[in-house]
């Protein structure tokens, strides 16, 4: 009998430890921080919070080839259709029927390995945008496709979890711990790499990228090369404008200095170092 009582209590014990409300708790703090509505930690700069103040402060136009809007930034600042405040919207009529590169918007400030946070919503059906890391990779936003082109996507390279879509008229969240391509004497010697979450859930685990897809117009070194000619220069964060009036809000990056190859580290919303 006393064995008996020692064996339950022990199964209690392990029952639990593993159903512990604190280890609950701690998934859920950790998915809120990769989430819709995640606040920027310490030493994080805030790219979009609604005010056309600070979209004239952080943001141009990228003036590529197809480059064909003029300052100032045409995209628009309406109310939030689900919550409070106001929201970017990727409408520039340079832009209509899907004409890329031709009103994208990107930071003034260029960037090397960072930790980005960035929500967006979809109206219609369809609809589509991109968000460039560095002005280089596309992580496609892309109602209706699940594939390699499509919603989460490292667009031709990796697929997203399509699964984790919100749906449309619904706010969505990618967050990105991003690794700058790296050179030795002018040579290209590790390709760019990045983890991603999607509303909460992983999408992309170290995911080497392999090149600038879509030409020229794409962005920075998209006409190197095919796209394979990675230079060593940083680059700004890249909303694209397709004609599809995605919207964008609660935007913040932080710096990092990344000095492994690995970006799959989400201890916290601001793990590894600051940059210098």
């Given at each position: 009998?006393?064995?008996?009582?020692?064996?339950?209590?022990?199964?209690?014990?392990?029952?639990?430890?593993?159903?512990?409300?604190?280890?609950?708790?701690?998934?859920?703090?950790?998915?809120?921080?990769?989430?819709?509505?995640?606040?920027?930690?310490?030493?994080?700069?805030?790219?979009?919070?609604?005010?056309?103040?600070?979209?004239?402060?952080?943001?141009?136009?990228?003036?590529?080839?197809?480059?064909?809007?003029?300052?100032?930034?045409?995209w628009k600042l309406l109310d939030d259709p689900v919550d409070s405040g106001k929201v970017l919207v990727s409408h520039d009529p340079a832009a209509a029927g899907?004409?890329?590169?031709?009103?994208?918007?990107?930071?003034?400030?260029?960037?090397?390995?960072?930790?980005?946070?960035?929500?967006?919503?979809?109206?219609?059906?369809?609809?589509?945008?991109?968000?460039?890391?560095?002005?280089?990779?596309?992580?496609?936003?892309?109602?209706?496709?699940?594939?390699?082109?499509?919603?989460?996507?490292?667009?031709?390279?990796?697929?997203?979890?399509?699964?984790?879509?919100?749906?449309?008229?619904?706010?969505?969240?990618?967050?990105?711990?991003?690794?700058?391509?790296?050179?030795?004497?002018?040579?290209?010697?590790?390709?760019?790499?990045?983890?991603?979450?999607?509303?909460?859930?992983?999408?992309?685990?170290?995911?080497?990228?392999?090149?600038?897809?879509?030409?020229?117009?794409?962005?920075?070194?998209?006409?190197?090369?095919?796209?394979k000619g990675i230079t060593d220069v940083p680059g700004g964060l890249k909303l694209q404008c397709e004609g599809h009036d995605i919207m964008f809000r609660n935007?913040?990056?932080?710096?990092?200095?990344?000095?492994?190859?690995?970006?799959?580290?989400?201890?916290?919303?601001?793990?590894?170092?600051?940059?210098?």
């Open positions: 009998m006393r064995t008996r009582l020692i064996v339950l209590s022990a199964c209690f014990a392990i029952t639990a430890l593993v159903f512990s409300p604190t280890a609950t708790a701690k998934k859920q703090t950790k998915k809120r921080k990769l989430n819709v509505g995640a606040k920027a930690p310490k030493g994080a700069q805030i790219l979009i919070d609604g005010t056309r103040k600070l979209l004239d402060t952080k943001w141009t136009y990228w003036k590529g080839p197809r480059f064909s809007s003029a300052l100032p930034i045409k899907g004409k890329y590169g031709a009103a994208d918007i990107v930071t003034k400030k260029k960037y090397r390995d960072f930790r980005l946070h960035i929500e967006f919503l979809v109206p219609k059906k369809g609809g589509n945008s991109g968000v460039y890391l560095q002005n280089r990779y596309e992580i496609q936003i892309l109602d209706g496709d699940p594939g390699k082109h499509g919603m989460a996507a490292v667009i031709n390279e990796a697929a997203g979890p399509y699964k984790a879509y919100n749906g449309i008229g619904k706010w969505n969240a990618y967050d990105i711990k991003f690794r700058a391509a790296r050179f030795k004497d002018g040579k290209l010697t590790e390709k760019a790499l990045m983890t991603m979450y999607f509303n909460g859930v992983k999408a992309h685990t170290n995911q080497r990228i392999q090149k600038v897809w879509g030409g020229p117009n794409s962005g920075i070194d998209g006409g190197n090369d095919g796209g935007a913040w990056i932080k710096e990092l200095d990344i000095t492994e190859p690995d970006t799959d580290n989400w201890r916290t919303p601001d793990t590894n170092r600051p940059a210098p």
